[in-house]
T-cell receptor
Framework: AQSVTQLGSHVSVSEGALVLLRCNYS??????LFWYVQYPNQGLQLLLK??????LVKGINGFEAEFKKSETSFHLTKPSAHMSDAAEYFC????????????FGTGTSLTVIP | GAVVSQHPSRVICKSGTSVKIECRSL??????MFWYRQFPKKSLMLMAT?????????EQGVEKDKFLINHASLTLSTLTVTSAHPEDSSFYIC?????????????FGEGSRLTVL
């Protein structure tokens, strides 16, 4: 069984500050982990994914995430927040094979304060 | 990355009518498509999984007869909300997996906002 927990449904940061969005997972098989971003009234866009290669994964828009097996975590970070980063962020886990279901976290809404 | 197109992006209909939403994979063959429903400020709720040429697998609590899903080809899946009512108003999102993807990555459509008057 697989599941994802996102701590903090709302996160506010000042423009230029560090962004840290937390994600912990549970999985009975080696997980594939994903972060997606959703802007208002739009679908989801892939930010980055971990697929059992490098544990530090770099994504689009300056985001990165580190897979820590010992902590069962896959937190999303960005050194300096930009106003355009304000959006909803979803962490997801899957078993990695086509047809495997994705399990999404409940999402974290990021607000960037000017 | 692969492109998934969803149409229409917005639809307003009267109560009792049926609405069809299309989900197309534009540059890959989608062996599996998923339909999600998203309530305001909420996460995605998986409604059903559809595989090309076979019946969709619905999640518990999702009415099969209300939400008809057809995956007739490797590039098209449709969701039909039958006899829509105001409580069916929501944001519906489709996603697709390709048979060439070895990570099971999902590619999402832009979403369709349904408003039932």
């Amino acid at each position: 069984a697989q599941s994802v927990t996102q701590l903090g449904s709302h996160v506010s940061v000042s423009e230029g500050a560090l962004v840290l969005l937390r994600c912990n997972y549970s999985s009975s098989v080696p997980p594939y982990l994903f972060w997606y971003v959703q802007y208002p009234n739009q679908g989801l866009q892939l930010l980055l994914k971990y697929t059992s290669a490098a544990t530090l994964v770099k994504g689009i828009n300056g985001f990165e995430a580190e897979f820590k097996k010992s902590e069962t975590s896959f937190h999303l970070t960005k050194p300096s927040a930009h106003m355009s980063d304000a959006a909803e962020y979803f962490c997801a886990v899957s078993g990695g094979m086509t047809g495997n279901q994705f399990y999404f976290g409940t999402g974290t809404s990021l607000t960037v304060i000017p | 990355g692969a492109v998934v197109s969803q149409h229409p992006s917005r639809v307003i209909c009267k109560s009792g009518t049926s609405v069809k939403i299309e989900c197309r994979s534009l540059d890959f063959q989608a062996t599996t498509m998923f339909w999600y429903r998203q309530f305001p400020k909420k996460s995605l709720m998986l409604m059903a999984t559809s595989n090309e040429g076979s019946k969709a697998t619905y999640e518990q609590g999702v009415e099969k007869d209300k939400f008809l899903i057809n995956h007739a080809s490797l590039t098209l899946s449709t969701l039909t909300v039958t006899s829509a009512h105001p409580e069916d108003s929501s944001f519906y999102i489709c996603s697709a997996q390709g048979d060439s993807s070895n990570t099971g990555e999902l590619f999402f459509g832009e979403g369709s906002r349904l408003t039932v008057l």
